[in-house]
Each structure stands twice: as C-alpha cells, then as structure tokens.
C-alpha cells in the first residue's frame, strides 16, 4: 500500500506535464503500472482473476 501523501500528490495537477506520475487507481502503486487498465499487475490479476475485467482470462498453455 502506497503511502496517503503520496496518493494524493499525484491526483494534483503538476505545474508541467512531465511530472505526472502513473500510479494504480486502487492501491496507489506505482511501480509495474498497466496504462490500458490503470492499475498495477498485482490488482489487474485479483480482478482477472475474479473475472471483474470483460475480455481478459486467465491464460494456460
């Protein structure tokens, strides 16, 4: 879980564009960000994997 202070630091608007930082709309996470769906691999796998994301599916070869 990501720090409060930090979560709320990046939903302000930067004074430039390339200090926006991407960070995971449920935890806060950071790092191993997934843009398409806006969270981080360890909630986009929860969610797949309870079937709460249309289209994705566990894979197995």
Wanted: net charge positive; glycine share 6%.
């Amino acid at each position: 879980m990501a720090r409060l202070a930090l979560m709320l630091k990046a939903k302000k608007t930067p004074k430039y564009a390339s200090r926006k930082k991407n960070r995971c709309l449920v935890c806060g996470r950071s790092r191993a960000y997934i843009r398409q769906f806006g969270m981080c691999r360890i909630c986009f796998r929860e969610r797949a994997l309870l079937g709460q994301l249309p289209g994705i599916k566990k894979s197995s070869w």
